[in-house]
Every structure is written in structure tokens, then in C-alpha cells.
């Protein structure tokens, strides 16, 4: 089993950046994919980028292609979201979640507990 803690949110200006970490505890973190997911105020949770377990690939959502950059420190069990050029509708509760598949598209086998990103206009 493995425990995630996100943190790193917060309140920023349209146009401005911010870096989630998303530090895991428990079994041998280069062993699971990892998510970013998030759900904005009234909607459900959505997929925002994947990275696999040695951080060689990536995968991200059309909306945030170009401006978020996934990574992951293998030796440190943390995984990263940098977010540029942030807009309001990115506001939204951000979780990290953990696959032992190495499948893209697989089911997600533990969650964080998320953290707050706010953009203001």
C-alpha cells in the first residue's frame, strides 16, 4: 500500500505558475504509474497528465499540453506538477493517484487527499 500527500496550492494570479508536489510513503514508489487529476467547483473529477514509472513518458490532457509539465523523483518518492500560464478555469481541487499497472489507461489503485489551486482573474 502506499500513501500520497499533495501539497503545494494555493491562491494565484491568471498568468502566474505554481508546482504541486505529491510526496508517496509506503511501498516502493518506482513501482506505480502516477496520475494528476482535478475537479473543479460543480463538475466531476478530470484527468490532467500521467507519468510513467521511470518518468521516460508522459501524457497530458489537451487542455494543458504546453503549460504543465509532469515529473517524478524516484529517490525522493515525489511526483511534480509545474503549472504556466494558469487560467481561471484551472482552478479546482488537485489530486495525485497511483497505478500499479504500467498501462496508461489503467485503473488507479490509491489517492491523495488533493489540494486546493485557485486562480484569480
Known amino acids: 500500500q502506499v500513501q500520497l500527500a499533495e501539497s503545494g496550492g494555493g491562491l494565484v494570479q491568471a498568468g502566474g505558475s505554481l508546482r504541486l508536489s505529491c510526496a508517496a510513503s509506503?511501498?516502493?514508489?518506482?513501482?506505480?504509474?502516477m496520475g494528476w487529476f482535478r475537479q473543479a467547483p460543480g463538475k466531476g473529477r478530470a484527468f490532467v497528465g500521467w507519468?510513467?514509472?521511470?518518468?521516460?513518458?508522459?501524457y497530458y490532457t489537451d487542455s494543458v499540453k504546453g503549460r504543465f509539465t509532469i515529473s517524478r523523483d524516484n529517490a525522493k518518492s515525489t511526483v511534480y506538477l509545474q503549472m504556466n500560464s494558469l487560467s481561471f478555469e484551472d482552478t479546482a481541487v488537485y489530486y495525485c493517484?497511483?497505478?500499479?499497472?504500467?498501462?496508461?489507461?489503467?485503473?488507479?489503485?490509491?489517492w491523495g487527499q488533493g489540494t486546493q489551486v485557485t486562480v484569480s482573474s
Open positions: 493517484a497511483a497505478a500499479l499497472s504500467p498501462v496508461r489507461t489503467a485503473t488507479y489503485d490509491y
Open positions: 509506503g511501498r516502493a514508489f518506482s513501482g506505480y504509474a
Open positions: 507519468i510513467s514509472r521511470n518518468g521516460a513518458n508522459t
